[in-house]
């Protein structure tokens, strides 16, 4: 992996990384916000301590453990990657109310028009300042986003100290079974 200066990574503050997206996939995770390695890298979940890539192949949704660099890959699976707010930052924390509600806006729109089978959001906090359901817990949800269903799993950062690689390959597996009986 590329190592970027501090002053590399700033640079890269408010950038937008594509999606990776096509319509009709089984499943569009939805990270919160591309942190600042993902826009200097243009990869998403590109720091090292994210363990969104281990936990995707952990629960099966694919064969092997994919780089952050072979994120074009995904479509072939049915799976691809979104964001609730498109902009760079270095800590989710520096989203105002106001970015996820508009994020939330932006997203029902753009899954409404890729109708993927499940809309799966990283982040229960995320989910919750987006769509405002303040009650919203980990798994799936009452909410239909046109005909797709709605899966919140817990946030892959490193800084998630309350699941495991493990314990997080189980929700991700949770709901790949899910999107596979749909």
Not at 34 to 61: D, E, I, K, Y
Not at 93 to 116: H, I, N, Q, W
Not at 117 to 135: E, I, M, N
């Amino acid at each position: 992996m590329t190592r970027f200066t501090q002053q590399e990574l700033e640079a890269a503050r408010d950038r937008l990384v594509p999606d990776v997206a096509a319509a009709g996939l089984r499943v569009l995770f939805c990270g919160i916000n591309p942190g600042l390695m993902t826009a200097a890298t243009g990869h998403h979940f590109a720091r090292p301590g994210n363990r969104f890539w281990p936990v995707l192949h952990l629960s099966g949704f694919t064969p092997r453990l994919l780089k952050p660099s072979e994120q074009g890959e995904l479509p072939s699976y049915g799976l691809g990657i979104t964001n609730v707010v498109a902009r760079a930052t270095a800590r989710a924390d520096e989203l105002s109310d106001e970015e996820y509600r508009e994020g939330g806006r932006l997203l029902t729109a753009k899954v409404e028009r890729l109708r993927p089978r499940w809309l799966a959001v990283v982040g229960v906090t995320a989910y919750r300042a987006a769509f405002g359901d303040r009650k919203a817990v980990i798994g799936p949800q009452e909410r239909l986003i046109g005909a797709s269903r709605v899966w919140v799993l817990p946030n892959p950062s490193g800084l998630n100290a309350h699941w495991t690689a493990a314990t997080m390959a189980e929700e991700f597996g949770r709901l790949r079974t899910a999107a596979a009986e749909t």
